[in-house]
């Protein structure tokens, strides 16, 4: 068992913890929705796709966010998950992020998609 994200105690007082298959999608969203340079001791993590929310939309941002978030999450999490398909949607100050990943560990395909409402 793993430490659930975010971190919050259960029915009985102690720390949440939670399956293989959710931590693997805790991971990922840690990962998407964290800012490069907010954690101190590894300043290289994160995707900063939080920061594009309010970015002009275009074909070409789109692919650069894809394969950016697809290359941070190789580097990440390559280990644990093999990434198959993911695709990032913005409009107004929502952002939801679809990926489709193959668990290593299991060899189980797996789809989540993720959405962060950034604040007004």
Do not use: C
């Not at 969203?29 to 300043?43: A, D, K, S, W, Y």
């Not at 100050?93 to 189980?108: D, K």
């Amino acid at each position: 068992m793993n430490i659930d994200y975010p971190f919050r105690f259960d029915h009985r007082g102690r720390t949440a913890l939670t399956d293989y298959d959710e931590h693997i999608r805790d991971m990922i969203e840690q990962f998407l929705f964290t800012n490069t340079g907010e954690r101190v001791n590894r300043p290289d993590f994160g995707s900063g796709v939080l920061q594009l929310v309010f970015a002009p939309n275009s074909p070409e941002l789109a692919s650069t966010l894809q394969f950016t978030l697809q290359a941070g999450l190789t580097q990440w999490l390559g280990d644990l998950i093999e990434v198959r398909k993911l695709e990032v949607v913005s409009l107004e100050a929502t952002i939801q992020v679809e990926i489709q990943y193959l668990v290593r560990r299991t060899q189980e395909a797996r789809t989540t998609t993720l959405v962060r409402r950034t604040a007004s």
